[in-house]
């Protein structure tokens, strides 16, 4: 690369970098009578990505592909805030903040395809993992065949498709976990790989990321969803060595209902459940296959504060699953409303290997 475009890059990357994790602090803190508070820590790093923008104008041709990449990136990421400071001067509601902050994952699928860059790399590393030198060496180097993003069927607006994300170190010599991450109602696949991303790339896991078939997962009348889980399941078995007693069913509200829904059925091929802020009715345990149930291990996650689940709900399925013989880890988070954890990964991951080897 020329000076004039390395020195355009170091330019634009860190505040780019900051403004998508400060995205990621407002959507993990959001809780909406601590909106104004929330944004004020968040700050104002959409300022500096703007002014450093222009910078992008006038690239050699050769070098397209950053440009291209960053340029995507930049403009949903200055969305996102915009979206946000919009209600923050009184125009919008809540459903404005959670549409603001869905430009969040475009702008990390857009910026991916530069991790060819140490801090673009970096960034989707797990927190805790940055400074791994194995870690930063195995993803430095070529990608293995078969690896990285994949969509199937799973534009924006389509149904029942999924995304999904092969570590680029992936080999088929050993078998990998499995992680089947569910979104919340209304949401999609595609953005919802992202809360997974880093900690799957940083961990050694396949994540998938399916698409309900409706609107929102199949919790009432018919089930058109498991059948869907599962050819999904049967379509990434065939092609990657999958760990057959590491299949962990996880989701975010709608979600993580629907992976009690779909996995405490007798006939569930997944081998660890855990929602997170998800709702369950006691009728569920009562309908539940029993002897599914024995020695289950769920991890439950939910937050004191989710305004949406209140956590009196999730206290209580602890009980029932516990009571009913499910090998219960329940995680309740003090400052969490009804948003994703991410920090929860880690542990969730470290609890999947650890079941395994027992």
């Given at each position: 690369m020329?000076e004039?475009?390395?020195d ?10 900051q403004?998508?994790?400060s995205?990621?602090f407002?959507a ?12 004020q820590?968040?700050?104002e ?7 450093v923008?222009?910078r992008?104008a006038?690239w050699?041709e050769?070098?397209?592909h950053?440009k291209?990449?960053?340029?995507a ?6 969305s996102?805030?915009?979206g ?10 809540l459903v404005?903040?959670?549409r603001?902050?869905?430009y ?9 395809p530069?991790t ?8 989707f ?20 065949a078969?690896?990285g ?29 499995l ?13 919802f790989?992202?809360?997974w991303l880093?900690?799957?790339r940083?961990?050694?896991a ?32 065939t ?13 975010m ?10 996995g ?9 459940l ?8 006691p009728?569920m345990a009562e ?13 439950i996650?939910h937050?004191?504060l989710?305004?949406m689940?209140?956590v009196?709900?999730a206290?209580q399925?602890?009980?029932?699953l516990?009571?009913?013989?499910a090998?219960l ?7 969490l ?12 991951m470290?609890w999947l ?6």
């Amino acid at each position: 690369m020329s000076e004039a475009v390395v020195d355009d890059i170091v330019a634009v990357l860190p505040p780019l970098l900051q403004t998508l994790e400060s995205l990621s602090f407002v959507a993990r803190n959001l809780n909406p009578p601590d909106f104004d508070r929330v944004m004020q820590i968040a700050g104002e790093p959409e300022e500096a990505l703007q002014a450093v923008r222009p910078r992008l104008a006038a690239w050699p041709e050769k070098f397209a592909h950053v440009k291209t990449a960053l340029e995507a990136a930049i403009e949903p990421a200055l969305s996102g805030y915009a979206g946000l400071r919009a209600v923050q001067n009184g125009d919008g509601d809540l459903v404005s903040v959670f549409r603001a902050l869905r430009y969040l994952p475009r702008a990390q699928e857009a910026l991916y395809p530069l991790t060819e860059l140490p801090p673009v790399s970096g960034f989707f590393i797990a927190p805790d993992l940055r400074e791994d030198t194995e870690l930063q060496a195995k993803l430095a180097a070529k990608p293995n065949a078969d690896t990285g993003i994949f969509h199937e069927r799973n534009e924006p607006g389509s149904r029942g498709g999924f995304s999904m994300y092969v570590p680029e170190y992936y080999t088929p010599d050993r078998t990998w976990p499995l992680v089947m991450a569910l979104h919340g109602g209304s949401g999609n696949g595609r953005g919802f790989l992202w809360s997974w991303l880093r900690d799957a790339r940083s961990r050694g896991a396949i994540l998938v990321a399916p698409t309900a078939t409706g609107q929102t997962w199949a919790l009432m009348g018919e089930d058109t969803d498991t059948p869907n889980l599962n050819r999904i399941l049967d379509q990434v078995r065939t092609r990657w060595t999958i760990d057959e007693t590491r299949l962990l069913l996880t989701g975010m509200s709608d979600g993580g209902t629907f992976s009690y829904v779909s996995g405490l059925d007798g006939a569930s091929r997944f081998t660890h459940l855990a929602p997170v802020a998800a709702t369950f009715h006691p009728l569920m345990a009562e309908m539940a296959d029993a002897e599914r149930l024995r020695g289950l291990p769920i991890f439950i996650t939910h937050g004191r504060l989710d305004w949406m689940f209140p956590v009196q709900t999730a206290r209580q399925t602890q009980g029932l699953l516990s009571a009913a013989g499910a090998k219960l880890i329940y995680r309740e988070i003090d400052d969490l409303s009804h948003t994703y954890p991410r920090e929860i990964n880690a542990e969730i991951m470290q609890w999947l290997n650890d079941e395994q080897e027992r």
